[in-house]
């Protein structure tokens, strides 16, 4: 009997050994991935909107219409936003594992964190910009012109030259060791270290206080990485540990940041239209609003001061709506979440390569274009109201599917790589996480 028992209970502990491993838990934040997905679908969507050739229907600059409805336009212009979401999730994600060391009191860990982050996070990101700025070059020297000129590139005499050119670029753009111009970035850091050893809410509340300084200064995107570090700063201290008053009213919280989400959200949906701003003051539910944007800002940036204030609101709430978190934890929205960067690096070279050729098969031929042999060979009607004709919804599905095709390939045998590749180095100097703890 004694054996069976034993028998038994080793079988228990072995099951639920295993279904851990089949089923990992989920990140705490594997919903701010979600939300990073959608922010590059929204920024594909407006470069395709802008880049397609055909009539005002669903673009950014009629004043009526379904599509202009507040929150509805973000489908169709909300890349700007969605570039202040990123910038609000690079100061959260990038200060969340430090943040957490040094509330442990644990600051040579935390030290050799922010080292390893020197060394990883420029190969992370700038191989991969790298490795595609080469496979266009070498797509440039293909004949019978398949990846076209741009209005601000040609291609070079011979091949030789081209990879000239492209080393030479290469090295004056990603050089770490070039001049910095930001340098109110370099002292707004140091000065926020500073106030990080004080207690959490007084520091939350500096650091909030720098990041109003900076967007009424126009530093919008100083600003919204400021707010990302300071939400990380929030959610460090109300997550985890013992129940607190806070806590402890957990509907009260949840109702509340709801209601922040939708206004984040109606913020984010500003009408963004560069050298416009008067359509944003003649928008309903906007004259006021638009008013009240600081002077620093002129017509070509004016959106980005609500838009900023609106990504860290929705960030923030989100952190505490556990049905926005559910749907943004789906596995389509997470996919586009993992492809996001290569999703954002590739696609405008396909938009140059093959979305162009495309359109024009399907119908849409530029303006006082060059006629070419393959104008209207596919062509598809434009049935349905603006925003959803039948012709946008084909080029957007194909051209959407061949995007996310190559970037899940990109992110395969490019993103990751090099994301292995900066952990090695890392590891390589002494400053891998296992030394580091």
């Given at each position: 009997?004694?054996?069976?028992?034993?028998?038994?209970?080793?079988?228990?502990?072995?099951?639920?050994?295993?279904?851990?491993?089949?089923?990992?838990?989920?990140?705490?934040?594997?919903f701010?991935?979600?939300?990073?997905?959608?922010?590059?679908?929204?920024?594909?969507?407006?470069?395709?909107?802008?880049?397609?050739?055909?009539?005002?229907?669903?673009?950014?600059?009629e004043?009526?219409?379904?599509?202009r409805?507040?929150?509805?336009?973000?489908?169709?212009?909300?890349?700007?936003?969605?570039?202040?979401?990123f910038?609000?999730?690079?100061?959260?994600?990038?200060?969340?594992?430090?943040?957490?060391?040094?509330?442990?009191?644990q600051?040579?860990?935390?030290?050799l964190?922010?080292?390893?982050?020197?060394?990883?996070?420029?190969?992370?990101?700038?191989?991969?910009?790298?490795?595609?700025?080469?496979?266009?070059?070498?797509?440039?020297?293909?004949?019978?012109?398949?990846?076209?000129?741009?209005?601000?590139?040609?291609r070079?005499?011979?091949?030789?030259?081209?990879?000239?050119?492209?080393?030479?670029?290469?090295?004056?753009?990603?050089?770490p060791?070039?001049?910095f111009?930001?340098?109110?970035?370099?002292?707004?850091?140091?000065?926020?270290?500073?106030?990080?050893?004080?207690?959490k809410?007084?520091?939350?509340?500096?650091?909030?206080?720098?990041?109003?300084?900076?967007?009424y200064?126009?530093?919008?995107?100083?600003?919204?990485?400021?707010?990302?570090?300071?939400?990380?700063?929030?959610?460090s201290?109300?997550?985890?540990?013992?129940?607190?008053?806070?806590?402890?009213?957990?509907?009260?919280?949840?109702?509340?940041?709801?209601?922040?989400?939708?206004?984040g959200?109606?913020?984010?949906?500003?009408?963004?239209?560069?050298?416009?701003?008067?359509?944003?003051?003649?928008?309903?539910?906007?004259?006021?609003?638009?008013?009240?944007?600081?002077?620093n800002?002129?017509?070509?940036?004016?959106y980005?001061?609500?838009?900023s204030?609106?990504?860290?609101?929705?960030?923030?709430?989100?952190?505490?709506?556990?049905?926005?978190?559910?749907?943004?934890?789906?596995?389509?929205?997470?996919?586009?979440?993992?492809v996001?960067?290569?999703?954002?690096i590739?696609?405008?070279?396909?938009?140059?390569?093959?979305?162009?050729?495309?359109?024009?098969?399907?119908?849409?031929?530029?303006?006082?274009?060059?006629?070419?042999?393959?104008?209207?060979?596919?062509?598809?009607?434009?049935?349905?109201?603006?925003?959803?004709?039948?012709?946008?919804?084909?080029?957007?599905?194909?051209?959407?599917?061949l995007?996310?095709?190559?970037a899940?390939?990109?992110?395969?045998y490019?993103?990751?790589?090099?994301?292995?590749?900066?952990?090695?180095?890392?590891?390589?100097?002494?400053?891998?996480?296992?030394?580091?703890?």
């Amino acid at each position: 009997m004694d054996i069976e028992a034993q028998q038994k209970i080793g079988a228990e502990e072995k099951s639920p050994r295993k279904t851990a491993r089949n089923k990992p838990e989920r990140p705490s934040t594997a919903f701010l991935d979600g939300l990073r997905g959608i922010a590059a679908l929204c920024v594909f969507h407006q470069h395709l909107l802008g880049d397609n050739g055909q009539s005002n229907e669903y673009a950014s600059y009629e004043r009526y219409g379904i599509i202009r409805a507040a929150f509805l336009r973000l489908i169709y212009q909300g890349g700007p936003a969605a570039v202040a979401i990123f910038f609000v999730l690079s100061g959260f994600v990038l200060s969340q594992s430090a943040l957490s060391t040094i509330g442990l009191a644990q600051w040579k860990q935390c030290r050799l964190q922010l080292l390893a982050a020197i060394v990883r996070r420029p190969v992370r990101l700038y191989l991969p910009c790298i490795a595609v700025a080469l496979i266009i070059a070498l797509l440039m020297r293909l004949p019978h012109n398949v990846y076209p000129d741009a209005l601000w590139y040609n291609r070079q005499d011979t091949f030789w030259h081209e990879m000239k050119h492209f080393v030479k670029h290469s090295v004056d753009f990603f050089n770490p060791f070039q001049g910095f111009k930001c340098r109110i970035t370099i002292i707004t850091t140091l000065s926020c270290g500073q106030f990080l050893p004080i207690p959490k809410p007084y520091a939350a509340g500096a650091l909030i206080s720098v990041a109003l300084v900076l967007l009424y200064k126009a530093l919008w995107w100083q600003a919204c990485f400021i707010a990302g570090v300071a939400i990380a700063l929030i959610h460090s201290d109300t997550s985890g540990g013992s129940p607190t008053s806070w806590r402890s009213r957990v509907w009260v919280r949840s109702c509340l940041a709801y209601v922040v989400f939708g206004g984040g959200f109606y913020l984010l949906s500003q009408p963004a239209d560069d050298g416009h701003q008067d359509i944003s003051a003649q928008t309903t539910g906007w004259s006021f609003l638009t008013s009240l944007i600081p002077s620093n800002y002129d017509g070509a940036n004016y959106y980005r001061f609500w838009q900023s204030c609106g990504a860290a609101l929705c960030v923030l709430s989100l952190l505490y709506t556990g049905f926005l978190q559910t749907i943004l934890c789906l596995r389509p929205i997470q996919f586009l979440g993992k492809v996001s960067f290569m999703l954002y690096i590739v696609h405008m070279p396909l938009f140059m390569c093959v979305g162009d050729r495309w359109r024009r098969a399907l119908g849409n031929t530029p303006y006082m274009s060059e006629p070419k042999w393959w104008d209207s060979v596919l062509l598809v009607p434009e049935h349905g109201p603006g925003g959803i004709q039948l012709r946008w919804l084909v080029e957007w599905t194909s051209i959407l599917a061949l995007v996310l095709f190559t970037a899940h390939l990109g992110t395969s045998y490019i993103d990751e790589p090099s994301v292995r590749l900066s952990k090695r180095l890392a590891d390589s100097v002494g400053l891998g996480r296992k030394k580091a703890t």
